[in-house]
């Protein structure tokens, strides 16, 4: 299954574990992107509902992850 955004990459391979920062980093790339603040809102709320775990499978299913 391809992501929703798969022209967007974020570089999370070899980068810090913190939660907030892969967080930050998808965020920022979405923004930069220019996708829409409501579905940037969705994509929140969707990689938070859960634990570490869901929080980058979601990632994976909303941008390509390298």
Request: negative net charge; without cysteine; hydrophobic residues 40%.
């Amino acid at each position: 299954m391809s992501p929703k955004y798969p022209e967007i990459t974020v570089q999370l391979v070899g980068q810090d574990g913190n939660a907030f920062l892969i967080l930050a980093k998808t965020q920022k790339a979405l923004r930069k992107a220019k996708v829409s603040p409501e579905e940037i809102n969705l994509f929140l709320e969707q990689a938070t509902a859960g634990d570490y775990n869901e929080l980058l499978s979601t990632i994976q299913q909303w941008v390509t992850v390298e």
